[in-house]
C-alpha cells in the first residue's frame, strides 16, 4: 500500500475515533447532568437549556482535546509519520 492510500485508511479510523469520543462524552456528561439535577423537583426550562449547551460545547471541547491526545499518541507509538503522507504541507517552498 502506498501513502496516500495509508493515509486515507488512518483518517477514516480517526473519523469513526472522533465520533465514538463526541458520543461517550455527550452521553456522560448527560448522566453527570441527570444525576446531579435528578433530586431538584423542579428544574426550569431555561436551566434544561443551559444542561444542553454546556453538555454540547463541553462534548464538542472534550472531543478536541482527547482526539488530538491520542492521535498523537497512535503516530508516535507506531511511528506513522512514515507510512503516511502529511495532510498539510507548509506554505513555504
Known sequence: MNKKLNTVIF??????????ILA???VLLGLLFGLA???IPEVSMA?????????LFGSIGGTFYF????IKWIVKKWKLDDYIEPIFK???R
Open 24 to 26: 461517550t462524552l455527550a
Open 37 to 39: 439535577y435528578r433530586n
Open 90 to 92: 507548509s506554505g513555504r
Open 67 to 70: 482526539y488530538s491526545k491520542i
Open 47 to 55: 436551566l434544561s437549556w443551559i444542561a444542553v449547551i454546556v453538555i
Open 11 to 20: 483518517l477514516l479510523g480517526a473519523t469513526v475515533l472522533n465520533l465514538l
